[in-house]
């Protein structure tokens, strides 16, 4: 997938106002409608405008799109990188991609979860609901936590301009809240322009990224590296968990990738989830002759052939 300059799409600055956006768009689309324009590509084109005009024109995707973009250039290959767009709180009005609700795979990766953020079902007179996605510590979803989040919400000031206006919260993360659940704080959303109550404040959970451990629903997964002789023998050796370290003993005959489970010892639910100790085998350096004497008894003491399975093979 490459990355979209909707910038460089519709041919104004970064700093654009609305207007200078909304005039550019209204220009190239009257250029490059098909019913109107002979040049081969001008379908193709006329949907790029109209997606580049969805995200610029919406300040809430805009800001979200300028946070990320600044990184990345038009054409290069691109991912959204873990948690891009942490902290932006937007209304979940309607979601709107190229004409006809064409998107492309980049507008998708963007803003994709966004899709129906706002069709939660709310009072007639109350303001609306608001949505942000939060990044928690996978330990905090072990034994629960009280954090401080600030919060992003996008909006247009006096030129036209899009701005920040930052926030922050109090928030209690629960014991076992598991990453892609809502917290629901009651009228913290918007206000209503009618005097009514404000909406809620929907947080989406999502982990930071660990430098140990892996997670999938609420099963956690660690790597463990074992010496040869530890696989091979057995051996009661100390593994790490999100709750602190724990003996395991590791079975003989072990081989590398093995899996050894801790029932519930993943993220604390109804049921808890497991944690799963993925063995990896370690070689030691031949460094030093006694090293490798050790190394060259090793390969007369075993009839063993890694690649035995290969032999014969197309």
Request: aromatic content about 8%; proline content about 9%.
């Amino acid at each position: 997938m490459k990355f979209k300059d909707y910038y460089e799409v519709l041919g104004v600055p970064r700093d654009a106002t609305l207007d200078d956006v909304k005039r550019a768009y209204r220009k190239l689309a009257r250029k490059y409608h098909p019913d109107v324009s002979k040049a081969p590509d001008a379908e193709a084109r006329f949907k790029e405008l109209g997606e580049a005009y969805a995200v610029l024109k919406d300040t809430q995707k805009r800001a979200a799109y300028d946070q990320v973009g600044s990184q990345w250039k038009a054409g290069q290959d691109f991912q959204p990188p873990p948690g891009w767009d942490a902290g932006f709180e937007f209304d979940g009005g309607d979601f709107e991609g190229g004409p006809g609700g064409d998107q492309s795979d980049f507008f998708e990766a963007l803003f994709g979860r966004w899709r129906g953020a706002g069709q939660r079902s709310r009072a007639p007179a109350q303001g609306r609901d608001h949505h942000a996605k939060v990044m928690i510590d996978l330990e905090d979803a072990y034994r629960g936590a009280r954090r401080v989040i600030s919060l992003r919400m996008p909006a247009l000031d006096a030129r036209g301009h899009v701005a920040l206006q930052e926030r922050q919260l109090e928030v209690s993360i629960p014991r076992g809240i598991r990453e892609g659940q809502h917290l629901r704080l009651a009228g913290q959303g918007g206000a209503d322009p009618g005097a009514g109550p404000a909406g809620d404040l929907y947080l989406e959970i999502s982990f930071n990224p660990h430098p140990r451990f892996r997670v999938e629903g609420r099963d956690v997964s660690v790597d463990l590296p074992l010496a040869p002789w530890e696989a091979a023998l057995g051996a009661s050796v100390t593994a790490p968990t999100p709750e602190g370290p724990v003996q395991l003993t590791v079975p003989p005959d072990s081989v590398a990738e093995r899996k050894l489970r801790l029932k519930g010892r993943g993220i604390p639910g109804t049921p808890p989830g497991d944690l799963y100790v993925v063995l990896k085998v370690v070689l030691p350096p031949a460094q030093g002759e006694a090293a490798r004497e050790a190394y060259r008894a090793m390969a007369k003491a075993f009839d063993f052939n890694p690649r035995a399975h290969q032999e014969g093979s197309s």
